[in-house]
């Protein structure tokens, strides 16, 4: 049975309707229209439905909607915009990172929680940050060069 269910996503309220065994990836894409966060694999394996929740990066794809009420959640549309990318994006751009870009979201998600709480890494902390998600285009080393330029100046999120 739907019921309504409060969530709190790139600092605005909504009030969306659900099963309450549904993923918050399906209504964060299919109700609230964000798309950054994208189906992959379904099963918390490859990264590409990778959001924010109180900071934190977390596979929105196994997330039950009611198990985000409450708490803040960021996806990549949060970050920046079109016009006003952020700091992460910018440096994903400038590095030219982005081949079929299915991956991007999860790798950006990732690698902002990951500066945030380690604002000065070496090539081999990136890596292994951004292990466990898949990136089948090859685009690696942009990727690790991306992140290495952003965390130049990064300032990690109050």
Known sequence: MP????????????????EPDTMLLYVLRDQLGLHGPKFGCG???????????????????VLPATAAEGREITTLEGLGSVDKPGPLQQAFIDEQAVQCGYCINGMIMTAQAFLDSHPDPSRDDIKQALDNNLCRCGTHMRIVRAVERAAKNWRPAS
Do not use: F
């Open 3 to 18: 019921r309504t269910i409060h969530l709190k996503v790139n600092g605005k309220q909504h009030a969306i309707e659900a």
């Open 43 to 61: 099963l918390s394996q490859c990264g590409a439905c990778t959001i924010h929740l109180d900071g934190a990066a977390v596979r929105s794809c």
